[in-house]
């Protein structure tokens, strides 16, 4: 973080954020209300065990919300469905594509040899 002034981290605000992604607030969201740079936020994750645990935890809250919202939208006829689904797709990943491994097959070819192609004209020649 150089140039910038240092960061004060104290851990009160491993509940904050709990609280705030728990309400489905995203982390740029969080930053702007703590008035901290979002590098300054993964940099405490990074430092801080309790603030990692912490974020892990409110991604985890967070998601949860949001499908709870969800559930809510499935009955309500004048909710934009796509909105929806670009946002949690681009929020969380979510997806309605399934991924298909295809398995590739190899083919042996094999070379024929000069006695092989030998006994075939001579096969020709009988027939």
């Not at 469905?81 to 070819?109: P, Q």
């Not at 092989?116 to 020709?124: G, L, Q």
Request: proline share 2%; hydrophobic share 35%.
């Amino acid at each position: 973080m150089a140039g910038g002034r240092p960061t004060i981290y104290e851990p009160g605000i491993c509940l904050r954020l709990k609280e705030q992604m728990s309400a489905g607030k995203s982390v740029v969201r969080f930053c702007k209300d703590e008035n901290i740079h979002p590098d300054t936020f993964y940099a405490w994750a990074k430092k801080h065990k309790e603030f990692s645990d912490a974020f892990a935890m409110a991604k985890n809250n967070c998601e949860a919300f949001w499908e709870e919202k969800v559930i809510g939208f499935m009955s309500d006829k004048n909710v934009n469905a796509h909105l929806v689904k670009f946002y949690l797709a681009n929020r969380f990943g979510w997806t309605d594509k399934k991924e298909v491994k295809e398995e590739s097959k190899t083919t042996i070819v094999m070379e024929e040899t000069q006695e092989v192609i030998e006994a075939r004209k001579s096969y020709k020649k009988d027939v």
